[in-house]
Each structure stands twice: as C-alpha cells, then as structure tokens.
DNA sequence: CCTTTTCTAAAACAATCGTTTCAGAAAAGC
DNA sequence: GCTTTTCTGAAACGATTGTTTTAGAAAAGG
C-alpha cells in the first residue's frame, strides 16, 4: 500500500544518542543528528517527531537498554552481597569507560532542573536502581552476608549517590586509579 | 581623559551567573544575558569579552566565593571532626536550597568534557576542596577524632564524590529528608 | 570649555537554529 | 501496471544565534 521506512529506526537512535551523550541536549542542533544519523531532517520528523521528542527516545533507549543489563548482572550470583561488590566494581569500571560520563546524570544536571517529562523519566529510571539495590541488600541481610541492622533503601540511596560524583571526579581527573579505590572504599564501608 | 563603565562589574557578573546557572552555558543566549545584566551587548563585549569568557568569569566568580565561605568555616570550630560534621551537614543544606543544583558540578557535565580550559579550572577547585578536607580529617586524626588508619585522600575524594550525588537526587526527587539522612548516614560512616 | 578617550544604545551582521514545504521516488495492494 | 500512500531529498522558512558596527553621549584632564 505504501512506502517503507528506509533506515533502521534503533541504528538511528543509537547514532543520535552518541551525539546527544557527547554535546548534550542544549550543545546539539539537528544539523548534528541529521549528519551522524545519516537521514534527512524530513525523515527525521516524519518518523520521530522533533528534537525534544528525539531526545526523550533516546533517554528511553538508554535507560532501557541498563536496565536489561542490570537484571542480567542480578541473576549471575548466588550470594546477592558478591552480586553487590560485582555491581559496585562494574560501575566503576563503566565511569572510567565513559569519557562524557553517564547520560542519564548528564542530563539530570543539564535538563531535569527545567523539564517535567524528563525529570520524571530520570526519576523513574533511578527508582528502578534503587529497587534494584534494596532488593539485594535485604537478600544479603536475609542471608547473613549483611549487618541485621542494615536499612536497606538508605544504603541503596547511598550507593547511587556515591557513583554519581565518580564521574565528576573522573571527568574532572581523569585518573581511574582514584575511582577503582573509591569503589573499593565503598565496598569495605557499606558491605559489612 | 575619558568615559567610565555605568554599571557595577561584580553585580553585572553575578546576574549573569544567575542565567548560566539556571539553563546552562548553551541554553543561555546573549539577549537572556543582556537582559537580566541590564546591559547593552556592546557594553558587555567591551568590558567582559564574549560569551565564553564570560562564562569564565561567572565561574571563577563563582568558585572564589565559595572558597571564602568554606575557609570561614574551617577556623569556627576547635574540633575537626566537628568541623567535618559541620561540613557535611551544611553541604545537606545547599544542596536543598539551590533548585538547579551545584553550578561547578551542572558545569562540569556540561561543559568540561569538551572544554579543556573549563576542565582545568573545576579541578583546580576540586583540589582546593580536596586539600581543605585531606587537612581536616589529619588534624581530627592527629586528636584522636578519628581512626589512625584512616586515609585522609581517599576520605576526602569519598566525601566529595558522594555530595555530588546528593544534586542528582535532589533535582530528581525534591525530597529534603533523603538528603539529610544521607548526610546522617554519612557522617556515622566516614567519621569514626 | 575643549579635547581626548571610552563608553553606550540601536541597528545590523552573517551564520546557524529548529522546522516545514514541495516535488518526486518507492513500496505494497488491487 | 496502475493507484494509493508514505517516504525521501533539496531547498527554503522565519526566527534566533553570537557578535560587530556606527553614531553619538559622557566623563576626566588640560
């Protein structure tokens, strides 16, 4: 009936997440979508809709995506406090991968402060974390590995604002001896 | 022999970090600045350079103020572990009272990472805070206010780095209490 | 007061911004 | 293979970007 879509829409948002990442929202014109993303700026709107609509799949592409990867990460342990430290460790190793840092605090810092829909996207996405993280430290109480006293959703909240200023640190140092050690700091403090 | 400037230097670059602060170097334009400055275009290119440099100044303004309120503070307090206390507890405050978060951080996301001059003067201050802290944590060591075992870098670099996660959660939930229990739980970690 | 210098205001600059238009190409159902 | 529908490419849209120009106002020294 009608003619197909030319380009794949995933590749698409992969490539315009790259430039998004690397510029910010804001540091970002469409000129610099259309050219990494390879299609017309009339392609581009008739499948995706506008910049702000593009950005907001992207973020969603994004968040999606760790998500997977932190449930897969989940089910590879049998004690949930090694599940932790391999946890903790990883998102070290993440910070001194990322040379733009992660794009969801990006974009929290550079966004979220004036945009509803993306706030609220951001803040879903760090709830997950946290449920994530609360689940396996009441496991690890559960099972001994962690203190009985333990609050669980306070230590989860803990963590993740931990590894939010590694990538500051990182950006700013770029030393990932000083990250791997703040990690390693970490798990001694608050897996006990 | 000629002309002077007709507006205040310090208060002009005070609105003007006002704007960068709340929507970033590049989602602010030269007319939002000109407009909350009170100034023509050509008085601001003549007297403080362009946008980038202004930015600079903003910055440098910025970081030179809060290096006079934390070096006030140091010398408030007998004790250091006290003072540390007290650091912390004030971080917790901020953090809640600015609606767009830390502007050194915001900028360190934004714009460090494509911006090697910017980089380098966020270091710079992130040092400076690093030194204040490192030296706190020696002269409470040194009291007997904390462990001898402790490693006063690697502690400072931790304090630094999990306050900067305390803006993320912030702009993301507007939840005072989690920050101050953070801030809580924070000190009955590190502080011992 | 007059000269010198530097300031300010308004307008204009080219360039780029995000977005739309329009003519035509291409795919699928009949 | 024609029709219908939707896509693509190139060009263009007005608006806004950061910055400069130009004409004149204002301050200070002689």
Redesign the pocket.
Same mark, same amino acid.
């Given at each position: 009936?009608?003619? #197909?879509?030319?380009?794949d829409l995933d590749e698409a948002i992969e490539k315009a997440l790259d430039v998004f990442w690397e510029k910010g929202f804001?540091g970002? &014109?469409?000129?610099?979508? #259309?050219t990494a993303m390879q299609? =017309? !700026? &009339? &392609?581009?709107? =008739? !499948?995706l809709g506008?910049?702000?609509q593009?950005f907001l799949e992207c973020l969603r592409y994004y968040t999606r995506k760790r998500r997977t990867l932190l449930e897969q990460r989940a089910n590879a342990f049998d004690s949930p406090r090694e599940a932790l430290e391999s946890f903790i460790n990883e998102v070290a190793e993440v910070v001194i991968k990322d040379a733009n840092g992660c794009f969801a605090i990006k974009t929290a810092f550079e966004v979220s402060p004036n945009d509803r829909t993306i706030q609220t996207l951001l803040r879903d996405d760090n709830d997950f974390t946290h449920t994530f993280l609360s689940t396996l430290i009441q496991s690890a109480v559960k099972k001994g590995e962690m203190a009985a006293s333990t609050n669980a959703g306070l230590v989860a909240d803990y963590i993740i604002s931990t590894y939010t200023g590694w990538y500051e640190l990182y950006i700013l140092h770029k030393d990932p001896l000083k990250i791997k050690k703040l990690a390693q700091f970490m798990i001694e403090q608050v897996l006990h």
């Open positions: 009936m009608a003619r #197909t879509v030319a380009f804001h970002t &014109s469409m000129r610099d979508l #259309t299609i =017309n !700026s &009339s &392609s581009l709107y =008739n !499948s506008d910049k702000h593009l």
